[in-house]
């Protein structure tokens, strides 16, 4: 059984691409939880100064080397749609078909873009552990296989790949979803039939790992502002 471990980056200092001393201290908790609690066969990062910030931390804990995928960035179309106000679209109250939510959208044409780039290299990704997208399920090429993969990425990013795997309506994802800082969201693909896989969310916005301070703090943050990404 393949399981995906989607992590958001610790706390940013976005003007220069890196995170804040706090967001070491939450990068060094992650690392220590993934390295006791999990074990991960390989570690994928966005090319962001911050994800790759935080990935160090991992990398040091448990020896896996991190490689960089470029569609793993931020998403950079749309003007960050997670963090605008969706009040006026949500009162409207006319949402697209779930499979081509861009209509009606104000960002819809370019998270399309975005969303066909990430849902390309997630597959190819996917593929090299032998699940391969067949409609919205995957084929296992290979069962019995045995892998635990961790991304490190961004906000917005995270969901497009949740997104993608679970065929959520992206623009109401971004209405309603917030990712907390090294946030961990959980998929396990289930086998179901012959040879079938079902992508199956376990748990998301994980962050049992931050001692009490550091939760506080970052729940907070999430209350007080904006979707980070």
Request: with cysteine; net charge negative.
């Amino acid at each position: 059984m393949l399981q995906i471990l989607i992590v958001r980056h610790a706390n940013p200092i976005y003007d220069t691409d890196s995170i804040t001393e706090e967001g070491e201290q939450q990068a060094v908790q992650l690392a220590e939880r993934i390295t006791r609690l999990e074990k991960i066969d390989a570690l994928y990062v966005s090319p962001l100064g911050r994800a790759i910030r935080t990935a160090e931390h991992i990398s040091k804990a448990t020896g896996i080397k991190p490689e960089v995928l470029h569609w793993l960035r931020e998403v950079d179309k749309g003007d960050y749609p997670w963090a605008k106000p969706h009040n006026e679209y949500l009162k409207k109250g006319k949402f697209a078909d779930p499979i081509f939510w861009e209509d009606g959208y104000w960002a819809g044409k370019e998270l399309r873009e975005v969303y066909e780039e990430v849902s390309s290299g997630l597959d190819k990704l996917l593929s090299q552990y032998s699940y391969v997208r067949d409609g919205f399920i995957y084929k296992v090429e290979e069962p019995n296989r045995e892998k635990t993969i961790c991304l490190v990425c961004h906000g917005g990013m995270s969901i497009v790949i949740l997104s993608h795997l679970l065929q959520w309506h992206l623009p109401l994802a971004y209405a309603h979803i917030g990712i907390l800082e090294t946030g961990i969201a959980r998929i396990l693909f289930k086998s179901q039939g012959e040879n079938d896989a079902v992508p199956v969310l376990i748990s998301i916005n994980d962050v049992s790992h931050l001692d009490d301070r550091l939760w506080k703090k970052v729940v907070n943050r999430q209350k007080d502002h904006k979707m980070a990404m």
